[in-house]
């Protein structure tokens, strides 16, 4: 009723020139979409949006006598052209002439556009002849597709219908070519996103599983059969009922988190943008929780854009043999039950999937034969069925399943294909109930980029990569899992090390209840249920430990050593530690990850073979490097009198924390620089890039007289040139001097890799520490989606000894932040010993070894005056960063 007043009165307006009545209208009409959004189907507020755009068009064309010109068409072409407009959705128009329009025309045509545009619609217009569209449009698949959704809405009936025939006739795309160009481009558009919709910031209309995909099967289907009513496809077999009904419930869904997205947003926007994620999850009835919520939303989100991924296969797999005239070219009988069909697995009948063991079977068959590329269309559906008709158990409880699984497991080609079919299409959903708790779970950060269930399948990839003879760039990883005698344990364990997210609690100590339930209930030996579960229990335990402790210290490799207790819980431990960050996100994994975890994994075991004899363990690597340097040094022909008089200051964890050739590097800058640069300015700073000696990363040594603020200062000009630091370990030598060194990155995890780009950074540092005391003018700014994202700030202190506390510190890893916690460190006369930096999506998760200015541990007054100081320095910086 709402919507045809509202059409009524555009229809009552009686001149163009009453601009703010039609102004008025079209704002009554978005309030109208605002206050219906809730009460209202989505359909028909879509419907309802185009309705009423159609109406002004109609009466403005009208108005400005446009309908006078007999051979004139006004046409809807693209997403209007199917009749659907969200809010802020473009209107797409077409104004087509048999000839070139006259002047008079051209002005009328110019005004009727500059008042649409005064109206704010967000018209998109083209003004062509027939012969001009027919010829772009055989240019243009583009054109061709906008062109399928046209609909005529007023002027030249006969105009319109000329295009038609014309571009849909035999000079026109063909079904075939049409059908050709419109899979490239979807295939195109899916590698965009890397073939997944699990991203982050999921674009509603282009992802695949989305709208797009929804849309490809209509354009296609559209050219074909003529048919603008997708349910007729039931009729032409490509669909059943249940099917079709099931995709127009998928693209209600994401039109409704469409539509609620631009109401947010207030304009055109696709992108699902940390910005709007939390007010788009409360508009859609998710609660107003924050991040709860916004998981719910996109949990949801996710197994939606899976259904449509299925249907979108199946359909355009029908598609590409009809519309291509293709037969099958080869087929090869596998089992009584399947065949393969020019390499896709096909059911040979309509019951092969009749009981939960038989879809395990189905795995079996693909585990054995390592030519099949995919499952065909009617193996999909059959598949689909069986699913829904098994739902409301879990195949976990028939003891005939859980043997089957576990051959599975064995299979040594079951995790090459079988497990992706497994994962795409809800096989494990169906089997485990643990599994089906985590399917389509976001976290709401910036350090996890895909799903639970995402991720674990492509941690589990990775591991069953390091089996592959085609597995070079993981040499150890694969010496380790070619010698397991139980393959299948790591597997488990892979399966199960997030299994628990999602529940609140520890899921490490929730997973490994979870997975010994699981090895019980599959016969797994009690021992091999223990190494699984304490893997599950301790799957982060080296990570944390390289990336947040010092792991030259003899303590923490003889804590760690203690806990991982032998080499094959440690080889274990280390191959499913480099697959779970590898899985994490595309751009965590980098050569430093790989240095620290490849350092604790060779410490550690030497410490095994040494009895945890740790401090003997570190003893042995400071006289290895000592004399290795040694040689180096004197291949250079260094003074070896003054190589031994430089060493002499230093502590022996400097030589164990350093590679031979990292020392021969300091030893002669140093040497180097006190016969010119110290010989000149006692007070001078050595400052020197390498970006060849340090591992994983460009290495910084700043030498010379220690001075207040020296990190703060050097982290502020670093962080200012998109530098990160990784690693700093800082020493005092015996008679007074700074001898620091910090490993940097680039901010996107590579390593500098330009040598005019270092030296410029050497010079800036030189720059910025001739000017004491004076903070370095940052002008980063906060990146957009780190806003949206609320990261309490953590401080927490721990003893270490008497000579030395440990901080913890976990914040927003804001712009500046290492160069305001420096400055926090001097004005309560800290000073830094060692900072391991870790950059955890948006959070900042520090570690910093400090003592007091005599040189001990800081005391509980000490403790509580820094960690004040530096909440204090951490709120200056959120207010410079506010936009």
């Known amino acids: 009723m709402m919507l045809q007043k509202l059409i009524n009165d555009v229809n009552a307006i009686s001149s163009v020139d009453d601009l703010s009545a039609i102004k008025e209208c079209v704002s009554q009409h978005f309030q109208w979409l605002e206050q219906s959004f809730d009460t209202t189907p989505v359909d028909k507020l879509v419907t309802g949006r185009a309705q009423f755009v159609d109406a002004i068009l109609l009466h403005l064309w009208e108005l400005l006598g446009l309908n006078g010109y007999p051979d004139l068409a006004l046409c809807a072409v693209g997403g209007y052209g199917r009749g659907h407009l969200q809010p ?81 006739g035999r000079k026109g795309w063909t079904s075939k070519d049409f059908f050709v160009a419109k899979y490239e481009e979807q295939q195109a558009r899916h590698a965009k996103f890397h073939g997944t919709s699990y991203n982050l910031e999921p674009n509603i209309k282009e992802n695949p599983g989305c709208l797009r995909d929804i849309q490809s099967i209509g354009w296609v289907a559209k050219k074909h059969f003529r048919e603008y009513d997708g349910f007729n496809l039931v009729g032409h077999g490509y669909f059943t009922e249940q099917e079709h009904s099931e995709l127009i419930a998928c693209r209600m869904h994401l039109w409704r988190m469409r539509f609620a997205l631009h109401l947010i947003a207030g304009r055109s926007e696709n992108r699902l943008l940390f910005d709007y994620q939390t007010d788009v999850a409360k508009r859609l009835g998710y609660g107003s929780e924050g991040k709860a919520s916004v998981e719910k939303m996109m949990r949801d989100f996710f197994r939606i854009v899976r259904r449509v991924s299925e249907l979108n296969q199946m359909l355009l797999q029908r598609f590409r043999y009809d519309m291509l005239n ?140 390091y089996f592959s003879p085609e597995n070079t760039e993981f040499p150890r990883c694969g010496r380790i899992v070619r010698n397991l005698e139980k393959p299948e344990l790591i597997y488990i ?162 030589f164990a924390r350093f590679k031979p050739a990292q020392i021969a590097w300091h030893t002669q800058e140093i040497l ?71 490993l940097i990155l680039e901010n996107d995890g590579s390593r500098l890799k330009d040598g005019t780009r270092i030296t410029s950074l050497e010079q800036a540092i030189v720059a910025q520490l001739d000017k004491p005391g004076r903070a370095h003018n940052n002008k980063r700014k906060l990146p957009r989606q780190m806003r949206q994202l609320d990261v309490p700030t953590n401080i927490r202190f721990f003893d270490i000894g008497d000579d030395a506390t440990l901080i913890e510190l976990e914040a927003l890893d804001a712009p500046g932040i290492l160069a305001k916690i420096g400055h926090a460190f001097v004005d309560r ?35 509580v005056a820094l960690k004040s100081q530096i909440l204090f320095k951490l709120d200056q910086l959120e207010d410079i960063n506010i936009p």
Not at 841 to 860: P, Q
């Open 493 to 654: 364990t892979a399966i199960f090390h997030d299994i628990a997210k999602g529940r609140g609690g520890d899921h490490s100590e929730l997973g490994a209840v979870d997975v010994t339930k699981f090895c019980e209930l599959h016969d797994v030996d009690d021992s091999d249920t223990q190494l699984v579960s304490w893997l599950v229990q301790n799957h982060l335990l080296m990570s944390v430990v390289a990336q947040r402790r010092d792991i030259y210290d003899p303590d923490v490799i003889q804590e760690f050593s203690a806990a991982v207790r032998s080499h094959m819980h440690l080889n274990l431990l280390y191959t499913l530690t480099l697959a779970d960050i590898r899985a994490t996100n595309d751009h965590l994994w980098n050569d430093w990850k790989a240095s620290l975890l490849r350092e604790l994994y060779l410490m550690t075991q030497k410490a095994l073979d040494n009895g945890l004899q740790c401090q003997v363990t570190l003893d042995e690597r400071v006289q290895d490097h000592k004399q290795r340097a040694h040689q180096q040094l004197q291949e250079s022909g260094v003074a070896l009198d003054q190589v031994d008089q430089l060493w002499q200051r230093l502590d022996e964890d400097y």
């Open 672 to 742: 180097s620089a006190q016969q010119t640069l110290f010989a000149d300015d006692e007070q001078g700073l050595l400052v020197k890039a390498n970006n060849q000696i340090a591992t994983g990363g460009t290495e910084l040594l700043i030498y010379g007289r220690d001075r207040k603020a020296l990190f703060a200062q050097v982290a502020s000009v670093l962080d200012s040139r998109n530098c990160s630091i990784h690693d700093a370990h800082i020493t005092i030598t015996k008679d007074g001097y700074v001898f620091d060194s910090l």
């Open 829 to 863: 006369n800290v000073t830094l010993k060692l900072a391991k930096i870790a950059t955890i999506g948006e959070r900042a998760e520090d570690i910093f070894i400090v003592s007091n200015e005599a040189g001990k541990a800081l005391n509980h007054e000490q403790q």
């Open 326 to 465: 293709q037969t099958v070219q080869k087929q090869v009988k596998l089992t009584a039950d399947f065949c393969l069909l020019d390499g896709m697995i096909s059911p040979c009948h309509e019951s092969v999937f009749e009981l939960p063991e038989q879809i395990l079977d189905f795995l079996f068959v693909i585990a054995d034969h390592p030519q099949i590329q995919g499952l065909d269309t009617d193996c999909i559906r059959q598949l689909r069925n069986a699913r829904r008709k098994f739902e409301g158990s879990y195949f976990v409880e028939r003891p005939a399943c859980r043997t089957k699984l576990m051959a599975l497991f064995k299979h040594p080609h079951f995790f090459d294909f079988g497990w992706d079919v497994m994962h795409k299409y809800g096989i494990l959903q169906s089997y485990l109930p643990e599994w089906d708790a985590i399917v389509g779970l976001m976290q709401f950060d910036l350090f996890h980029a895909y799903t639970v269930d995402e991720h674990t399948h492509r941690l589990v990839k990775h591991v069953n990569h």
């Open 88 to 168: 802020y959705s473009d209107v797409d128009l077409l104004i087509v002439s048999k000839r070139s329009l006259t002047a008079e025309q051209q002005e009328k045509v110019g005004r009727f556009i500059t008042l649409l545009w005064d109206i704010r619609l967000d018209v998109g217009q083209s003004v062509r002849t027939v012969k001009e569209t027919v010829k772009l449009a055989r240019e243009d698949i583009t054109i061709a597709t906008n062109l399928v959704e046209s609909r005529l809405l007023c002027g030249c009936e006969e105009t319109f219908e000329t295009l038609w025939e014309l571009v849909n």
